[in-house]
């Protein structure tokens, strides 16, 4: 036997509100028939709930219910990010986004990048050489600002460098920033790429070799994803396993050849990833916190 939330009713059978998550009657398994936590203080409601308990019976009488209204203007979609009647506009969905603002954002360095390549346009080629990330303490004091810009340039030959960075990004970036939000997505990228170039230069030493690439902040984006939704299924060269053995397999590819002298930044790929295990674990923490608050509130 189960009782409803909101008159107290016990059947041997109810149902689950999906948005609160609270047991009701068929009576009130509406929103607009109880109090969802959407709206818990009633403000939109419309009308006064009164209940008048029925001694013996362990039911409840209600009065003087909300109007119907109170769903049409409970503000459900604004609140949870999402119109249910219509889409809207592309340039909104892209400026709403930090993921779709990087990729943009990456998409323009690139074109800097085969201009300076084709056109041999000093111009274009300062600019590039201006933002990438050299192994070299005394270079990276000189120019801090390129612990962030390199995540934003890729390698101006291989286009594949850039493509596979934007795809993984696109696949799981999206899908973090609807669970963390966009602020701290934004802060979990940034510091995932930066903690990515330290470990680059750490381990390569002063050598003058360059860094370029958003590969660090992604791998970052894959570890917390993996720690939130461990099961996730996904494709890793057309054969389907779950997220967190993608990551366990990356992880050993990047310890393995770390120093192999090969174009590959495996250090830097490394260090985002552990940054990204480390937010990905106090987000799920937080996440199941925000949960358990919401079903007994």
């Known amino acids: 036997m189960t009782r409803c939330q909101a008159c107290g009713k016990e059947e041997t059978a109810q149902s689950i509100c999906s948005v609160c998550g609270?047991?009701?009657?068929?009576?009130?398994?509406?929103?607009q028939n109880h109090n969802c936590f959407v709206d818990p203080r009633g403000v939109n409601m419309g009308g006064t709930r009164v209940y008048t308990k029925t001694y013996g019976s362990g039911a409840a009488k209600e009065t003087n219910p909300p109007k119907a209204d109170y769903y049409d203007n409970d503000q459900f979609e604004h609140r949870f990010g999402y119109t249910a009647t219509r889409s809207p506009p592309l340039w909104?969905?892209?400026?709403?986004s930090p993921t779709y603002i990087i990729i943009l954002i990456c998409a323009f360095m690139q074109m800097i990048a085969l201009g300076a390549v084709i056109f041999d346009n000093p111009i274009l080629i300062y600019?590039?050489?201006?933002?990438?990330?050299?192994?070299?303490?005394?270079?990276?004091?000189?120019?801090?600002?390129?612990?962030?810009?390199h995540m934003f340039l890729h390698s101006?030959?291989?286009?594949?460098?850039?493509?596979f960075n934007m795809i993984v990004l696109y696949s799981f970036g999206r899908?973090?920033?609807?669970?963390?939000?966009?602020?701290?997505?934004?802060?979990?990228?940034?510091?995932?790429?930066?903690?990515?170039?330290?470990?680059?230069?750490?381990i390569e030493g002063n050598t003058g070799v360059?860094?370029?690439?958003?590969?660090?902040?992604?791998?970052?984006?894959?570890?917390?994803?993996?720690?939130?939704?461990?099961?996730?299924?996904v494709l890793v060269f057309?054969?389907?396993?779950?997220?967190?053995?993608?990551?366990?397999?990356?992880?050993?590819?990047?310890?393995?050849?770390?120093g192999d002298g090969s174009m590959i930044a495996h250090a830097a790929h490394l260090s985002?990833?552990?940054?990204?295990?480390a937010f990905g674990y106090y987000y799920r923490n937080r996440l199941r916190n925000q949960m358990k608050q919401n079903y007994h509130s």
């Not at 909104?92 to 709403?96: T, V």
């Not at 201006?130 to 070299?136: A, E, G, I, P, T």
């Not at 985002?272 to 295990?277: P, R």
């Open 22 to 31: 609270k047991t009701y009657c068929s009576d009130h398994i509406s929103r």
């Open 92 to 96: 909104k969905k892209i400026i709403s």
């Open 127 to 149: 600019i590039y050489n201006s933002m990438v990330l050299y192994s070299d303490w005394s270079y990276i004091i000189a120019r801090p600002w390129t612990l962030i810009t």
């Open 156 to 163: 101006a030959t291989d286009i594949f460098h850039i493509l």
């Open 175 to 202: 899908y973090l920033e609807k669970l963390i939000g966009n602020k701290s997505f934004v802060m979990m990228y940034l510091i995932s790429g930066i903690v990515a170039a330290l470990g680059f230069v750490l």
């Open 210 to 233: 360059g860094l370029v690439g958003a590969s660090g902040a992604v791998f970052g984006v894959l570890g917390a994803v993996a720690v939130i939704n461990p099961n996730l299924q």
């Open 238 to 258: 057309v054969i389907p396993m779950k997220i967190k053995y993608m990551v366990v397999l990356y992880a050993l590819i990047s310890v393995l050849f770390i």
């Open 272 to 277: 985002g990833l552990l940054v990204g295990l």
